[in-house]
């Protein structure tokens, strides 16, 4: 079992509308979670982090997080093209902080 | 510079030399990571250094590889009698305590 499982989409939104993103992990033990946004031949840029239950909101971004379920979402609020990337969920274990990431999952905003 | 700065840019070796990838991690930033992407891949582990503790190895894909950090700054990726499908991008990455922030990469190309 991958530790970290994302659907690796492609994931197609009008422009406006709300990208939902999900992501999974196997560790219980698990307490720091993570969005990258990685566009296409750049690196991946560090966007969202969150380590309590429930929502944490920046802009047009939430993150949800759920460790009853294992459970971690990004929801894009009025979606740009620009915000056309592969985005790659991470998770830092407890006392050992290694990061393991999600394959991604790619989105696609159509104007 | 305030980023993580990785050397080279890109590099095209023959198959079998041996390479050598650098990476300068943002200052104070006690943990670094190495990880490559192959092209339309996700990010594979390779290896993790935190302060002065052993580094986690696990990661490395065969005995070509090995990493070195000196002075809990730099650090430098070596890979011996390069194979074609060591071909992809060198990621590096650095963490003050979570979450970590990338450089920009080496491309590196066997022929």
């Known amino acids: 079992q991958k530790e970290v499982e994302q659907n690796s989409g492609p994931l197609s939104v009008p422009e406006g509308a709300i990208a939902s993103l999900n992501c999974t992990y196997s560790?219980?033990?698990?307490?720091?979670f993570f969005w990258y946004r990685q566009y296409s031949g750049k690196s991946p840029e560090l966007i969202m982090s969150i380590y309590s239950n429930g929502d944490k909101e920046d802009g047009r971004f939430t993150a949800q997080l759920n460790k009853a379920s294992q459970y971690v979402s990004l929801l894009i609020r009025d979606s740009q093209p620009s915000d056309s990337a592969t985005y790659l969920c991470a998770v830092s274990k407890t006392g050992a902080n290694n990061l393991f990431f999600g394959t991604g999952t790619r989105l696609t905003v159509i104007p | 510079g305030a980023g993580v700065s990785q050397s080279p840019s890109n590099k095209v070796t023959e198959k079998g030399k041996d390479v050598e990838l650098r990476c300068d991690p943002i200052s104070g930033h006690t943990a670094l990571y190495w990880y490559r992407q192959s092209l339309g891949q996700g990010l594979e582990f390779l290896i993790y250094f935190q302060g002065n503790s052993a580094p986690d190895k696990s990661g490395l894909p065969s005995d070509r590889f090995s990493a070195e950090r000196t002075g809990g700054s730099v650090s430098t990726l070596t890979i011996q009698r390069t194979q074609q499908e060591d071909s992809a991008v060198y990621l590096c990455?650095?963490?003050?305590?979570?979450?970590?922030?990338f450089g920009q990469g080496t491309r590196l190309t066997v022929v």
């Open positions: 560790d219980r033990g698990s307490q720091s």
């Open positions: 990455a650095s963490s003050p305590t979570l979450g970590a922030f």
